[in-house]
């Protein structure tokens, strides 16, 4: 069966080729980035820069796309490794911590930008220069049992989370998982039909709401 003819079918030829050009820098190679980068590389977007100077630990493996012989490495390099490795899609991979120093020269005007960052910082930062700059951007962020996937407009940036971050629990990639399939659907419906909606879910009643 030719998966790429019942694709042009069932969403049209136009939008496959949206997906493939357009380019995607992805804030953060963990919980959220790197699994919603393997997501769409396998649906058929193929221009990602990641960005995160972060390594494995061996605790990431619970939530995050990484396995043992990854423990170590810089999240970037492996990220790029299994997805090429998965769907032969390139990742240009930055091992830099974003700052304002270098927030202008890697968050470039003409790409969508999606915020997985784990901190109100990094987060605060991506935000207000997607919004000086006009730049479209989808912050995609957990919180205890609940997920939010919200554009850049009206997004509020979180105060820091005490204690340990919600992506370090293995029974988290539930809710991970959950964020990344609405994110991945919000993106394709925003290229498709240029509808940016925001979404909130809840895992306690396992609730998907527009907001």
Known sequence: MNTLIHEEKF??????QKMAEQDFIVCG????????IETMARQGFKKFTVIDFDRIDDHNRNTQIYGRRDI??????????????LMGVTVEAVSKK????????????????????????????????CLLNKIDCLHVGLYKDCAEIHWNEGYRVPDPVKGLDVC???????????????????????????VAKNYVITLGDMKISSI
């Not at 927030?103 to 990094?122: M, P, Q």
């Not at 988290?172 to 609405?182: D, G």
Request: glycine letters at 6%.
């Open 11 to 16: 969403r049209g030829k136009t939008l496959l």
């Open 29 to 36: 190679a963990g919980a959220i980035g790197s699994n919603l």
């Open 72 to 85: 170590g490495q810089l999240k970037v390099n492996a990220l790029k490794s299994r997805i090429y490795d």
């Open 98 to 129: 974003l700052e304002a120093s270098n927030v202008k020269k890697l968050l470039a005007a003409g790409s969508i930008v999606i915020d997985g960052f784990d901190n109100s910082e990094s987060r605060r930062l991506v935000t207000d220069h």
């Open 168 to 194: 370090e629990y293995p029974l988290a990639r539930n809710i991970i998982l959950m964020a990344v399939t609405v994110a991945a659907e919000v993106i394709i419906r925003y290229l498709e039909k240029r």
